[in-house]
């Protein structure tokens, strides 16, 4: 795989970003993913800057989190589902650390607070929906289709809901596990986690395909907040025959919701004045949170202006934030019943179904029924016990029975209750509490969770509920028990139902409602609408399960996505206290961006699939918008252009895998079976008894299913030869990254007689030393050496010939005795030479050029020396003896002199300068990638730039092998440690020059102070012309005149 490269997504959070997990993720999920959140025109960038805290990012699955308490029966599930986890961890003393979990889908599933109220998302109680329903997700409709009358060949049509999430688990055995949007790409970088997937349809069996495309980009700003930019894409292709068939028309943005036992508030502010009041009970801007459906303008949810009910977003302020439990809300309570009711003058007996009335229609106000309406009575038949059996088992974690505990006569009550409901059914702070049914002549009973049905046919008396008991006998003996009538054989015994909500009833002396954890969802005023189509609309609720429901519609005329549109929007998640979600908030409403965005606004780059054989591998150009790619692959050849993005007669290519069978092109149900017999991509069956199953191989048993992949945009027509067959193999334009270079120093002492390099003059008489700035007296400045060396020591490269008297004004000068460079272990024999340059003269010249000594330079060194000192090159004109230099190993036989770079002039000083030590310079370090990396990675994990025959080319592949990677630089360096004081005088014995055959260069131009750039196809320090780039024998420190043009450069994608 090819190694994740750090692309700048958006703006960083200013603390450390760090990873838990060293990902290996294909640079092409990056390429597409950076292209659709930000290559589009009008896009803007993300504002999260200036935060503290850390983020780290996992795509291994971190195991369960039991203090999430998942519903326990789907908690097996959550390995499947889980995709990647984000953390933000707050800078102390804050405690506004998160972790997301993120499904398959890039959907928000768990957003949990450790230090706060702990799990923001339900607990996934919802029968054959483990984290397909009750999750943080966008959900998109065809309104034509969607219950359609008539409009399925002749028929009525099911649900047309695509979810972002995935499916319900109703079609078995296909889905016994469960079957989640599919991952097309992810990629995490920085403090930013972006995904695409491939929406389902969520109803099964269905007779619909999808052509919904959704992506999720999670970015951590600091301070619990999350930057959350979804977007959806259809993905049919422009000249669909039936578009009616496949435009999307309704959308939430997302659906999401809260866990109500931890947090049970909702408050929005006031829209006029933008209060948002909480300290004082009686004016708390709470929300009353009635039944999902009954938050119709002017309904009891209804708290005035819109505030609270469905309602479009120009009615509001732009957020509403969910708060823990301990916020006092003073709100007349109504006692509402709960049992059904008998219509009056209704026959249940005739009508089952219709004859009864749910506790909503048939109770006035103080709770007495209305005139003609009959509860239920519930009672145990004289003479007898309940009589309970087995109903369905276990529901929901409890067994689950039927028993004779109400009158005959009633009809089907149809809907569901469970425990904690309270009496009044929009105020689920009042939740939590407990339920039962108790005799009323002794006041016996049990607590139960949940009743299903109160009463269900009118021929008999049973009451279906459960009980805390998995067990079935010992649910169906407490029952019996606890209700036992046999010693009563005239009358029935009577029984009644109770709820009771929990905790205090007023406010404690410590009321602090502003420390209160809280969640606040920030959507934008309705102005941010103004720029798109449609309009935005705000809608909660409650429902039967630990779920409020929370939800932004895209809606109305304009809320349309035909083939090819996207639509996009920003919005933020933020946890933190009650008292700051106000100031938080207000500020974050004018970030949140809505838009549309058609198939021409696009901006992407180029991504190419080459094929080897059966094999393939898609490339992207290097850079935004970039227009070629490159692949070195000597057998790979191109098979199709696309893009990163959409574009005008351009459909996504997708390779699926099933079983072990492969296919590269637009299908994405190329293997459902059907394809081509009762239903084609995109449409729906002709026959609404075949289903149509993303989820199946054909000719594959149930437990095997698809994976897909986004490789990119194509024409279908120009791309037709590709197809089933191909297999995917991003290592086809990728070769490894070559061993590190052999560098510079050494590292072991050679033996035998030195290779010298090519000299360009042979040397006469003695070597001149390096280049010193400042006249020294007598002795010479030495570096701190570590240890005397023995022996001869090794001497620096001469750069040019001393003269016979020295000029007014001293520039850099030999000495009688070479300087000698830094080796890094003792050599034996003779040592390995470097490239002198020019012949010295026994007096130095007017002008020296160049030159070598008799014995080659050394490279730097890395281990201490022995004996005495390497001299370094002083920075004056030295008379007598030499300057020496830092040695850190003893060198033998004859020492390789330094080539000095210019002629004393005047007579040395009395006082020469310090040498400074471990002076570090600066270099260009490279790496070979497709992308760019940061420069502190190229400075961290990079090579010297063009050493081991790689990169003297910046931007282009030079030595980098097949696999269209380049060359980038960056500068890294340079560092200087702090000057030591001067050395002891060392003396050094004068080497003995061999003569090579060198020719003269010109004469050098040193740069102020003396010192020579580094040349960086050579390391070494260059005054003349720096060839860097060109053929390997025209790189180099070259004559001016000598017309070198650098060779050819290759050009850039």
């Known amino acids: 795989m090819k190694r994740l490269q750090q692309l700048a997504l958006c703006g960083f959070l200013s603390g450390i970003i760090t990873s838990s997990t060293a990902f290996d993720v294909n640079s092409l999920d990056a390429v597409i993913l950076q292209d659709m959140l930000e290559s589009y025109t009008e896009h803007q960038p993300s504002t999260c800057t200036g935060a503290t805290g850390t983020t780290t990012f996992t795509f291994d699955y971190p195991g369960l989190n039991a203090a999430s308490e998942w519903h326990p029966p789907f908690e097996s599930f959550e390995e499947d589902l889980f995709l990647a986890a984000m953390t933000h961890t707050d800078a102390a003393p804050g405690k506004r650390s998160w972790t997301i979990r993120l499904g398959q889908a890039g959907n928000m599933y768990s957003h949990y607070c450790p230090d706060m109220h702990g799990e923001t998302m339900p607990p996934q109680a919802h029968t054959d929906a483990p984290w397909i329903d009750e999750v943080h997700q966008s959900v998109s409709v065809n309104g034509y289709l969607n219950f359609g009358a008539a409009r399925c060949n002749g028929e009525d049509c099911p649900a047309n809901f695509v ?12 889905t016994n596990v469960p079957f989640y949007s599919q991952s097309l790409a992810k990629h995490c970088a920085g403090d930013s986690c972006t995904f695409a997937a491939w929406g389902q349809q969520a109803h099964l069996a269905t007779i619909f395909t999808s052509s919904v495309m959704t992506f999720n980009k999670y970015t951590n700003c600091g301070n619990g907040i999350i930057e959350h930019t979804e977007m959806v894409h259809n993905f049919a292709p422009e000249n669909v025959e039936a578009p009616e068939h496949v435009d999307q028309t309704y959308f939430n943005f997302p659906w999401s919701g809260v866990r109500r036992s931890n947090l049970p508030y909702a408050l929005e502010p006031d829209k006029d004045t933008g209060e948002l009041s909480y300290d004082d009970p009686d004016t708390v801007h709470y929300c009353p949170l009635c039944g999902w459906g009954n938050d119709q303008p002017g309904g009891p949810q209804d708290m005035g202006s819109g505030r609270c009910a469905r309602t479009d977003l120009r009615n509001l302020r732009g957020y509403t934030t969910f708060a823990e439990p301990g916020l006092f809300v003073n709100r007349e309570t109504k006692d509402q019943q709960y049992l059904w009711c008998r219509k009056p003058g209704a026959d249940c007996y ?19 029924p209305k005139t003609g309406y009959t509860p239920i009575q519930l009672e145990v038949p004289a003479g007898s016990t309940p009589r309970c059996v087995n109903h369905i088992n276990i529901f929901e974690g409890y067994q689950t029975v039927a028993c004779n505990m109400h009158a005959a006569g009633f009809g089907n009550c149809g809907t569901y209750l469970y425990a904690g409901t309270s009496s009044d059914t929009c105020a689920p702070w009042l939740q939590g509490g407990s339920m039962g049914l108790y005799r009323q002549d002794t006041g016996a009973g049990i607590n139960i969770p949940y009743v299903r049905h109160w009463s269900y046919s009118p021929n008999n008396k049973r009451m279906y509920f459960s009980v805390y008991s998995q067990d079935q006998a010992e649910a169906i003996n407490l029952v019996n028990s606890v209700f036992d009538n046999t010693g009563n054989t005239t009358h029935p015994l009577s029984l009644r139902f109770e709820t009771f909500p929990p905790g205090e009833s007023f406010p404690g002396p410590d009321y602090n409602p502003g420390a209160l954890d809280a969640v606040t969802f920030v959507y934008g005023d309705g102005d941010d609408y103004n720029i798109v189509p449609g309009a935005g609309r705000r809608r909660m609720g409650s429902s039967s399960r630990d779920y409020t429901v929370f939800t932004i519609n895209w809606w109305q005329n304009g809320a349309k996505l ?26 974050l409403v004018p970030k949140v961006i809505p838009d549309k965005i058609d198939d021409t606004r696009w901006n992407p780059r180029a991504v190419d699939i080459y094929k080897v054989g059966t ?97 990119g945009w194509f024409d279908p027509l120009t791309c037709s030869s590709l197809g089933s067959g191909l297999s995917y193999d991003d290592n086809i334009c990728v070769v490894p990254t070559p061993p590190p270079p052999v560098t510079a120093a050494p590292t072991s002492p050679p033996t035998g007689q030195p290779v010298t390099a090519a000299p360009t003059s042979p040397p006469t008489g003695q070597p001149v030393t390096a280049a010193p700035t400042s006249p020294p007296t007598g002795q010479p400045v030495t570096a701190a050496p570590t240890s005397p060396p023995t022996g001869q020591p090794v001497t620096a490269a001469p750069t040019s010939p001393p003269t016979s008297q020295p000029s007014a004004n001293p520039t850099p000068v030999p000495t009688g005795q070479p300087v000698t460079a830094a080796p890094t272990s003792p050599p034996t024999g003779q040592p390995v030479t470097a490239a002198p340059t020019s012949p010295p003269t026994s007096q130095p010249s007017a002008n020296p050029t160049p030159v070598p000594t008799g014995q080659p330079v050394t490279a730097a060194p890395t281990s201490p020396p022995t004996g005495q000192p390497v001299t370094a090159a002083p ?75 790689a990169c003297f080319n910046e931007n282009t592949n030079d030595g980098c092998g097949n696999g269209g990677k380049v060359c980038w630089w960056a500068e890294c360096g340079p560092t200087t440690s702090s000057p030591t004081s001067t050395p002891p005088v060392p003396t050094t014995p004068a080497p003995t020059p061999t003569t090579p055959v060198a020719t003269s260069p010109p004469t050098p131009l040193p740069t102020e102070g003396g010192v020579c750039p580094v040349c960086a196809a050579t390391g070494n320090p260059c005054c003349l012309d720096c060839v860097a780039s060109g053929k390997p024998s025209e790189r180099g420190c070259k004559d001016l005149a000598a017309g070198a043009d650098g060779g050819k450069i290759k050009g850039k994608n």
């Open 350 to 368: 005739a009508s089952a179904g219709t004859c009864m009335a749910n506790p909503s229609e048939c109770y006035n106000e103080n709770g007495t």
């Open 163 to 174: 979810h972002g999430a995935g499916t319900y688990q109703r079609d078995d055995p296909y």
């Open 615 to 711: 094999s393939f591998d898609a490339v992207a150009a290097t850079s935004s918008q970039g227009t070629s790619t490159t692949c070195t692959s000597t057998s790979a050849t191109l098979a199709c252009s696309g893009f990163s993005t959409p574009k005008a007669g351009y459909v996504p290519f997708f390779h699926i895998t099933c079983g072990a069978s492969n296919y590269l092109g637009p299908d994405p149900y190329h293997f459902t079976p059907g394809n081509g017999e009762w239903f084609t991509f995109p449409g729906l069956s002709n026959n609404n008894a075949q289903k149509i199953r993303s989820y199946a191989c054909a000719g594959e048993v149930e437990s095997v299913r698809p994976t897909w992949k986004l490789v």
């Open 875 to 949: 920075t004056s004109p030295p008379t007598g003896q030499p300057v020496t230099a830092a040695p850190t190993s003893p060198p033998t036989g004859q020492p390789v002199t330094a080539a000095p770079t210019s002629p004393p002039t005047s007579p040395p000083s009395a006082n020469p300068t310090p040498v400074p030590t471990n002076l570090v310079q600066a270099e260009l370090k490279h790496v070979c990638a497709k992308r760019e990396p940061l420069p502190d990675t190229i400075c961290a994990e990079g090579l010297v730039a063009g050493f081991g025959g």
């Open 562 to 587: 035909t083939p090819g549109d996207t639509f996009s929007k920003r919005a933020f998640v933020f946890a933190s206290e009650l008292a700051v979600a106000k100031p938080t908030a207000d500020n």
